[in-house]
T-cell receptor, first 111, second 115 residues
Framework: NAGVTQTPKFQVLKTGQSMTLQCAQD?????MSWYRQDPGMGLRLIHY???????DQGEVPNGYNVSRSTTEDFPLRLLSAAPSQTSVYFC??????????FGQGTRLTVV | AQKVTQAQTEISVVEKEDVTLDCVYE???????LFWYKQPPSGELVFLIR??????QNEISGRYSWNFQKSTSSFNFTITASQVVDSAVYFC????????????FGAGTRLTVKP
C-alpha cells in the first residue's frame, strides 16, 4: 500500500498561474481533505470530501477548487495563484471515526 | 464551533527532562475525537494517539502519556525522560463525530530537546 500520495513535492508558481495539486489514496477511505500549513497557524482545512461526488468547504476555501470523481483521487486546484497561497499543503484521508492519514506534503511558493 | 488551543508555542528542555504539552479544546458536541500528531523536522505528520470523548482513561505508551480531562476540556501530552529524537512540532486536533471530516488542529507546539 502506498497510503496517501501527493504530487508534486515542490512547486514554484508565478502570480496568476493556475495549477493542480494531486492527491491519491489506495486505502478505500471515504473521507479526504486538504490542509494548508503556515507558520504559527497549525493546519487549516481548505476543502474536504465525504465520498465521490461530494465536497464541502473548510476554514479557508477561497482561491481553491476541488472535485472528487473517484474514491481514490482528490485534486486541489489553484485558479489564479497569489503570494498568500505560499504554504505547505497536506492531503489526508480517513475512514470513519479514526485518525487521518497524511501525504508527504507539497511545498508551494508563489512569486 | 470547534476550536483547539495550544498555548505553548515553543518549549525547550534538556535531555532526560519530563515535558508536558498542553491542549485545550472547545466543542458543543458530546461525542468527539481528540488526536495528537508529531511533525519531525523531515515534515511528515505522524499519528500518535486518538481518544474518544467517552473514554477518559489516561493512556501510557512507553515514554509517552496522555491525560484527558473533560471537566477542563484538556488533553495534555507528557513525554517522560525526553530524548533529542523527540524534537518536533506536536499538534493536537479535534474532530466532532457529526462532522467526521472536519478535523481542526491547534497551532502546534515546537519542542526542542537539547543534548
Amino acid at each position: 500500500n502506498a497510503g496517501v500520495t501527493q504530487t508534486p513535492k515542490f512547486q514554484v508558481l508565478k502570480t496568476g498561474q493556475s495549477m493542480t495539486l494531486q492527491c491519491a489514496q489506495d486505502m478505500n477511505h471515504e473521507y479526504m481533505s486538504w490542509y494548508r500549513q503556515d507558520p504559527g497557524m497549525g493546519l487549516r482545512l481548505i476543502h474536504y470530501s465525504v465520498g465521490a461526488g461530494i465536497t464541502d468547504q473548510g476554514e479557508v476555501p477561497n482561491g481553491y477548487n476541488v472535485s472528487r470523481s473517484t474514491t481514490e483521487d482528490f485534486p486541489l486546484r489553484l485558479l489564479s495563484a497569489a503570494p498568500s497561497q505560499t504554504s505547505v499543503y497536506f492531503c489526508a484521508s480517513r475512514p470513519r471515526a479514526t485518525e487521518a492519514f497524511f501525504g508527504q506534503g507539497t511545498r508551494l511558493t508563489v512569486v | 464551533a470547534q476550536k483547539v488551543t495550544q498555548a505553548q508555542t515553543e518549549i525547550s528542555v534538556v535531555e532526560k527532562e519530563d515535558v508536558t504539552l498542553d491542549c485545550v479544546y472547545e466543542t458543543r458536541d458530546t461525542t468527539y475525537y481528540l488526536f495528537w500528531y508529531k511533525q519531525p523536522p523531515s515534515g511528515e505528520l505522524v499519528f500518535l494517539i486518538r481518544r474518544n470523548s467517552f473514554d477518559e482513561q489516561n493512556e501510557i505508551s512507553g515514554r509517552y502519556s496522555w491525560n484527558f480531562q473533560k471537566s477542563t476540556s484538556s488533553f495534555n501530552f507528557t513525554i517522560t525522560a525526553s530524548q533529542v529524537v523527540d524534537s518536533a512540532v506536536y499538534f493536537c486536533a479535534l474532530s466532532e463525530v457529526r462532522r467526521y471530516n472536519d478535523m481542526r488542529f491547534g497551532a502546534g507546539t515546537r519542542l526542542t530537546v537539547k543534548p
